[in-house]
């Protein structure tokens, strides 16, 4: 797919991909050789280019670096067999990317823009994108507001960019999460529903709190009772009580994740009962107490399916069943990477070819 839009590209002059073992970086620490930017003033997007990936001049007044006018995407490409590129639902982010810019006040970044530049890009930098079994290009579109003005007003400028860097697993090994009952991610009328650079920027101090506790991220619960999970970390939530898909539904304090949706899909699809609802900690606790916790897992893009092995509550650890013993995630797990590999039917139409 090529956009309208034309696009002017400056080559890097040497490829650094040999630099690296794309299928054994660290995540989002080495980037590939170019990126893809477009400007928009006056009230339109003006250009876009691709260049070789650098730091580029701006100054340090710029508000989305100090009222968080700032907004991303996180998506992926993968590598087949024959070395042919695909991408996952790249239509879902680009929606996903303007429903977040018009919550945040910013311009909508059009279709062929964001797919134009995004096509163009993963074909000069294609070598970039793994071939081992559970790697990918780690994709991140954002979009930043540029006026160089203290005062507090929606920017008049703006760049659209696209970096991408290989990755591996986000998380080495299966988590363990704390329910967090004190500080909250999301409220009612909020921007927990988008993907906007300040959601992540108030999670950290909390989910650092949890950490030098032992646990790696925190359960989000809702604002107002604390008493239902919400999400955790960068992941939607996922449990498998009794023979049900039971996921927290979907609100304005909950980002509508793609894997989520995915994962709901294929359970569907495969004659499960799935329930989109709200979800007690003490449903969960009973739940467990009854042994009918069978599991749990967060789901996204960069930790696809993670598997949670404890859930910390109220000073208590409630330890799940084995990895091992956990049907569904494991089945969706293994289809979901075969289909992004291009080794299993891509019966919904997910995968996009770069060709
Ligand atoms: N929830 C949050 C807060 C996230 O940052 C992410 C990651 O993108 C997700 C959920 C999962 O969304 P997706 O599956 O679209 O990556
Ligand atoms: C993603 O899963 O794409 C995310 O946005 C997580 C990221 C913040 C590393």
Known sequence: MTGTFDISIQKIAK??????????????????DHMFVAEYSDGKWQKAYIMPYQNVPMSYAISSLHYGQAIFEGM???????????????????????????????????????????????????????????????????????????????????????????????????????????????????????????????????????????YQQVIWTDSETHQYVEESGTMNLMFVIGDTVVTPGLGDTILAGITRDSVLTLARDWGMRVE??????????????????????????AATIAQIVGIGYNGKDYPLPPVEERKFSTKVDEVLRNIRKGKAEDKFKWMMKVD
């Open 15 to 32: 490829s650094k991909v040999s630099e690296y073992d794309v299928n054994n970086v660290p995540f989002g620490k080495c980037f590939s």
């Open 76 to 214: 992926k490409a993968y590598k087949n067999e024959k070395g042919e590129v695909s991408l996952f639902r790249p239509t879902e982010n680009f929606k996903r990317l303007n429903k977040s810019a018009i919550r945040m006040a910013m311009p909508e970044v059009p279709e062929e823009i964001f797919m134009g530049g995004l096509f163009e890009l993963l074909r000069l930098d294609s070598a970039w994108v793994p071939t081992s079994e559970t790697g990918s290009l780690y994709i991140r579109p954002f979009l930043i507001s540029t006026d160089e003005a203290i005062g507090v007003k929606a920017s008049d400028t703006y760049k659209f960019i696209i970096i991408t860097c290989p990755a591996g697993k986000y998380y080495s090994e299966p988590i363990k999460v704390l329910v967090e009952t004190n500080y909250i991610r999301a409220v009612k009328g909020g921007i927990g529903f988008v993907k906007a650079a300040g959601n992540y920027g108030r999670s950290l101090y909390p989910t650092k709190l949890a950490q030098q506790k032992g």
């Open 276 to 301: 989109e609802r709200k979800i007690s900690i003490i449903e969960l606790i009973e739940a467990h107490e009854k042994g009918l916790l069978r599991e749990a897992f967060g789901c996204g893009t």
